[in-house]
């Protein structure tokens, strides 16, 4: 099913859009809402500074939303909200909404992309464990699948969560590698699974 099939369908059966979609869970792209959600995120003074990664563009943070804003063109180049919440007893983070723009080329340290450099710098160091959403976009399988490969690289911990059965289940790479098609999928059954990454 197509990322663009699987938000009407979802709008259809649940009334929104799924959480964790590229591109298509805001209307960002269109020039007029970019620019009036820039000026309200601009004029925010609770806002810290995460890095500038040239004259004009800087990540910033806010309570609960992540952005990349580029003075220059007053645009949004990059957008996440993200919740904290105990999962299973452990405090998490989970990313709730989350666009990019196509356009983005930016890489920050170590080669990392924005939406990679805030999965691990920025985000993961806010809490003991970061959680994907139950239901997943193409993209944002693809997203959790690169974010999963490089914490194996690194010796991090990956877990499966069942919310229904309320169990925890540390993964390991054979097993990742020969089930990892059990974990996603557009049905309501895969919202109470989710996995976990933590240090």
Known sequence: ???????????????????????????????????????????????????????????????????LLDDN??????????????VLSVPSITQIKLWRSPLIRYSISDGFSVTSYVFWKVLL?????????????YAGRRFWEDQIAYAFKKGYHIY???????????????????SKDYYWGDDEKFQAIKIGISE
Not at 160 to 178: P, S, Y
């Open 1 to 67: 099913m197509s990322e663009e099939r699987l938000v009407k369908a979802l709008k259809k059966v649940v009334g929104m859009a799924p959480m964790n979609v590229f591109e298509t869970n805001f209307n960002f792209k269109v020039k007029e809402v970019n620019l009036s959600v820039y000026k309200k995120l601009s004029k925010k003074t609770n806002k810290k500074l995460i890095t500038e990664l040239s004259e004009g563009i800087n990540l910033w943070q806010f309570p609960s939303e992540i952005a």
């Open 125 to 137: 160091p806010m809490a003991t464990m970061l959680v994907s959403d139950g239901l997943q976009t």
């Open 73 to 86: 063109k007053k645009q949004i180049l990059y957008y996440v909200q993200f919740k904290k919440q105990n």
């Open 160 to 178: 499966v969560i069942d919310q229904n059965r309320k169990t925890k289940k540390e993964l390991f790479f054979d097993e990742w590698e020969n």
